[in-house]
């Protein structure tokens, strides 16, 4: 069950993370979908989008569908987080992020994300990670 808007995850992260980087298009039961606006500060050499720009929207985007399940927590924290690039994201498209938790239990939660450029169907990127919630008190 969703305990949090989309509007009330932005407002909550305006907060607590505002120098995250991407737009939450939708949250749901156990999912999230973020989109990020690809721009000269993603690029690496070459035009291709970077690693980091990548990871750093899958961790937000998880981050996101935990919050919408949990409620507001800033001290939810990545404690893994894996990445297997799997081609070459167009820089000329936005990047589209689709997080699905997998386990949420009351110290961790597991989820993965697939990354796309806008309009392709075919992913850019996965990545698996694990979240430490803190104790409930």
Partial sequence: MTVMTAAAIEEFLDEVFPQRAGTI???GEGRATMS?????????????????????????????AILAQIGPEPMAVTSDLHCRFLRRPRSDRDLIANARLLKLGRRLAVGEVQL??????APVALVTATYALPDAD
């Fill in 116 to 121: 796309f450029s806008d309009g392709e169907e």
């Fill in 36 to 64: 990020l606006a690809i721009e000269d500060e993603h690029l690496r050499p070459g035009a291709s989008v970077s690693g980091p720009t990548l990871m750093g929207l899958a961790d937000v985007c998880l981050y996101v």
């Fill in 25 to 27: 298009e939708g949250v």
